[in-house]
């Protein structure tokens, strides 16, 4: 058997009478063992709380130094986390939120890293919850995600249709839960059966009410845009108080209702439960039609959120619902509209938004508001949330100008004789660097250059290395050209012979050095020889 419990108490909340709650992951500031780096974004919990004299909250957000090129902004985790530690701090587990309250909340954000970001355009996201997989109904909303359970309104046994039509009581007090958990068998008596039959039901109640002979629960809403009105009814809550044990014994006996049976103890932190421990039982609409009516009307209209001074001051969930109504989370949630792109153009328009440099804040307002006449007593504790982030794009970059030298001898080819890089200069991405703006340096190693050209402006981007102008410069000189004597790369130290005296004489060496001698005496020998013959000769003669 699957009964359907109360969110986990690791998820704070708050509350709407002593049960509707607005859950969050709470990402504060805490004494973390400093060995584990800082989450990008923080909460600052000892600054941020409720201001008593203003009746607003302050929230205040620190993107740390681990934050990288790209920042998201939890501002919904941020809010819903400093309302329930103030709820704490008064005695209370969860904070009260009633039909027709508004909280309105002022949000600065301090940039404690050591980078520049700005806005990201079109990174504004304000959606419905999230939730578990094993919290999830088989219905499906206006959004396209599973419905959780604890997402879904009660059956109202307040309205019209349950207390008088179907069980013919003068007054909504009178229901039982003996009623309540056999609702489907009382349905078969006035003739609806299926898995639709209470769907099928109230279609034709409205029908009757409304003179119509609309087809279907969609082309009903569709006709009636106020008809979630209908349902905030006073009188009974919907809520049975009975023991653990009876709540079993009554989803056993209508097993066709018990994945959609929500129960709360009076202990919050209470993990184990007996038989005899008292409960507070609901009913969830237990079809698709009546079950998404609710959580859709619920996150379209009731449940608003307005961003800035002026349109905080214009919602009022009781007196300006054609506004307020206007501000439905849902109402944000397709990009291409309207309201999607004034609240993007909102943030985007914030003083340094555009360049939130290193130590400066980026403020402003925001109001959360729960629809005064359309919140009924079906969405007693009733559960619920919303996820807003906006995010930052780094922007700090820098830029280099690096200088090339060339050189061509007697009209030939130009070689590169060498490079000086300047020293990177600080910049934003976006910014424009006009290649004709900057310094031209004509001298190379002692020598002059004339400046050939320039690689061309450039448009900063976040990469370093891709933010580079190259300035080219050249010389034409004829002639080998001279060695530069100031160059220490073309001179060469002459090595000193070495004078120290062998220890004993080198004979081959010395052989060698005499035979050219003795070949010169020998020629000179033979010479003198060959002189003396011929005179002798020729003195025979």
Same mark, same amino acid.
């Given at each position: ?29 805490? $004494? ?134 179907l069980f013919g009581l003068p007054s909504s007090g009178d229901v039982t839960a003996d009623m309540m958990f056999g609702?489907? $068998? ?47 009814? %006073? ?53 698709? $039609? ?119 001898? $007697? ?20 910014? %424009? ?109």
């Amino acid at each position: 058997m699957k009964v359907v419990k109360k969110l986990a108490a690791l998820l704070l909340s708050a509350a709407l009478l002593t049960g509707m709650c607005a859950t969050s992951v709470l990402a504060a500031e805490t $004494d973390a063992p400093t060995e584990e780096p800082k989450p990008a974004v923080s909460v600052d919990m000892e600054k941020s709380g409720f201001v008593a004299e203003g009746g607003y909250f302050d929230v205040y957000l620190t993107i740390n130094d681990t934050a990288t090129a790209n920042v998201q902004a939890a501002i919904s985790d941020a809010i819903l986390a400093v309302m329930d530690v103030y709820a704490m701090e008064n005695g209370r587990p969860i904070y009260p939120v009633l039909p027709g309250d508004s909280n309105l909340v002022h949000v600065t954000i301090n940039n404690q890293s050591e980078h520049t970001y700005t806005y990201t355009d079109g990174s504004f996201y304000l959606s419905s919850p999230y939730a578990a997989e094993e919290e999830l109904s088989p219905f499906i909303g206006f959004d396209g995600k599973e419905i959780p359970y604890a997402y879904i309104a009660a059956i109202p046994s307040s309205h019209k249709a349950i207390y008088k039509n179907l069980f013919g009581l003068p007054s909504s007090g009178d229901v039982t839960a003996d009623m309540m958990f056999g609702i489907y $068998d009382k349905l078969a008596e006035k003739g609806y059966t299926g898995e639709n039959a209470m769907t099928a039901y109230f279609l034709d109640y409205y029908n009757r009410e409304y003179s119509t002979e609309y087809a279907s629960w969609d082309e009903l809403v569709a006709a009636k845009p106020n008809l979630g009105d209908t349902f905030a009814q %006073t009188g009974s809550n919907s809520i049975f108080t009975m023991s653990f044990g009876q709540m079993k014994a009554y989803c056993e006996e209508h097993p066709e209702l018990a994945p959609y049976v929500y129960y709360e103890t009076g202990d919050m932190g209470s993990v184990g439960i007996g038989d005899d421990d008292e409960v507070r039982v609901q009913i969830k609409w237990p079809e698709q $039609d009546l079950a998404a009516f609710s959580y859709n009307i619920f996150y379209q209209d009731y449940f608003s959120v307005a961003y800035g001074d002026d349109e905080c001051e214009q919602m009022n969930p009781n007196t300006n619902t054609a506004f307020t109504r206007t501000r439905g989370v849902g109402d944000y949630m397709d990009p291409a509209s309207e309201l999607y792109q004034q609240t993007d153009a909102y943030f985007a328009g914030l003083e340094n938004a555009d360049v939130f440099a290193p130590g400066e804040t980026l403020t402003f307002t925001t109001m959360l508001a729960i629809d005064g006449p359309g919140v009924g007593n079906g969405y007693m504790n009733y559960v619920f949330s919303y996820y807003n982030e906006i995010a930052f794009n780094q922007i700090d970059t820098s830029w280099t100008v690096v200088h090339k030298y060339y050189t061509s001898i $007697d009209g030939g080819e130009y070689t590169l004789d060498g490079t000086v890089t300047d020293k990177a200069v600080p910049g934003l991405v976006g910014d %424009t660097v006009k290649a004709a703006d900057l310094e031209k340096l004509l001298q190379y190693n002692g020598n002059p250059y004339t400046f050939y050209q320039a690689s061309g402006d450039i448009q900063l981007v976040l990469d370093p290395a891709e933010n580079q102008i190259v300035m080219e410069y050249r010389r034409d000189i004829k002639g080998t050209e001279p060695e530069d004597p100031d160059d220490s790369s073309s001179s060469e130290t002459p090595e000193k012979p070495d004078t120290t005296p062998s220890e004993k004489p080198d004979n081959s060496q010395t052989g060698d050095n005499l035979m050219p001698i003795l070949i010169g005496v020998a020629v000179l020998l033979v010479s003198g020889l060959v002189c003396v013959v011929f005179i002798r000769k020729r003195s025979r003669s």
